[in-house]
């Protein structure tokens, strides 16, 4: 695992979905924030210097959150949810989108909590409307649709690299401590690019022997890929304690649990767009507020205090839900034993 390591729930402040799981946070520019920092502001590098891991640590704050701990940000996601199987076109699911609310809080060490919490929902493809209910092409039924919703998804920002998330104790990797250097490259047009990547295999929470139909089998295998792109001015301006930046974000994971697709062959691909939102929860659409506000009104907010665990959507899973019956005879879906042929559309 290099240096760049993040999960996309610890990358949601910068992209997913993830999902958790992982969505962008911040204003939509530096010029919302030349008012510059508070009186509560810590001192932060902005002389770029890629092999410094204070540069890196500072940096990484003003862009996953602002450095300033006076002030929330909320940022966004947008994408499409792919199926693949063996022998056939890849096929679009549904959309995905979501956002994060966050704050960054310094540590006596010199690192920095970020606190945070992150909803994603599913919109139907044709329609754009949310949903709650969707049509499984793969096993000809119609299942409940369970949003991603993480509260909290919290971890440390310091000048060492970030072990990978735990995910309640499951993930039990460990690699050896390094300077906390991530991947830049110089971009066109005077931008800085960041690059990210983390490929996790860990034991999957949800047990097939029980959770028969939700379970991918008993282990996650999980890939996230980010590029984040900004502005080199706002970086090295010491006005801005929250970098602008847009992005991309893709995710390789099992079949979801409510697909109700056990361990069928194949799994699912995120692909998304992320951006910063200027002035807040307002800036978001009206639905994807509302179905949030519906689920409470903390998810407008970032958490005010550290708490936890922070778990991924498949251990949220288990916790709110019971496993689906089995009907007589159930087996999970088989992909096509031949090659099919791409339909109009590639769905």
């Known amino acids: 695992m290099d240096d760049m390591t993040f999960s996309r729930r610890q990358s949601l402040g910068l992209a997913g979905a993830g999902i958790a799981a992982g969505l962008v946070t911040g204003t939509a520019s530096a010029s919302a924030a030349t008012s510059g920092p508070s009186a509560k502001t810590p ?30 940000k909320v940022g966004w996601l947008k994408g499409k ?8 076109p890849v096929r679009q699911l549904f959309l995905n989108e ?3 609310v966050v704050r960054s809080v310094r540590q006596e060490d010199g690192s920095y909590r970020r606190l945070l919490r992150e909803i994603v ?3 139907d493809i044709e329609t754009g409307k949310l949903i709650d209910k969707w049509y499984n092409p793969y096993t000809d039924e119609t299942v409940d649709v369970v949003p991603i919703a993480n509260d909290p998804f919290n971890f440390t920002i310091s000048q060492w690299a970030p072990e990978p998330p735990s995910y309640g104790g499951l993930n039990k990797d460990k690699p050896p401590r390094k300077p906390f250097l991530m ?11 960041l690059r990210s990547d983390i490929d996790m295999m860990y034991p999957n929470g949800l047990d097939p022997k029980t959770w028969v139909r939700e379970s991918s089998g008993p282990f996650n295998r999980v890939s996230e890929h980010f590029i984040y792109t900004m502005n080199r001015k706002d970086v090295e301006n010491p006005k801005v304690t929250h970098i602008q930046h847009i992005g991309a974000w893709t995710r390789i994971t099992p079949w979801l649990p409510w697909m109700l697709m056990g361990q069928a062959e194949g799994h699912v691909n995120y692909f998304n767009n992320f951006t910063t939102v200027e002035n807040g929860i307002s ?3 009206e639905d994807l507020v509302a179905a949030a506000r519906n689920m409470g009104d903390k998810w407008l907010h970032a958490p005010e205090s550290d708490y936890g665990p922070s778990l991924s959507s498949i251990e ?16 999970p879906a088989r992909a096509p034993a031949t090659p099919q042929p791409l339909q109009r559309g590639g769905k």
């Not at 932060?44 to 701990?69: C, G, H, L, M, Q």
């Not at 949810?81 to 056939?88: L, T």
């Not at 949220?316 to 087996?331: F, I, L, R, S």
Request: hydrophobic letters at 25%.
């Open 121 to 123: 929902f599913y919109r």
């Open 43 to 72: 001192a932060f590098k902005t002389r770029i210097d890629f092999k410094d891991p204070e540069w890196n640590r500072d940096t990484y704050v003003r862009i996953d959150a602002d450095i300033d701990p006076t002030k929330e």
């Open 81 to 88: 949810v792919y199926g693949v199987r063996p022998n056939e």
């Open 183 to 193: 991947e830049w490259e110089e971009g066109p047009n005077d931008t800085l690019i």
């Open 98 to 100: 979501g956002f994060s």
């Open 283 to 285: 800036d978001l659409p």
């Open 316 to 331: 949220n899973y288990k916790k709110d839900h019971e496993p689906a019956p089995v009907p007589e005879g159930w087996e």
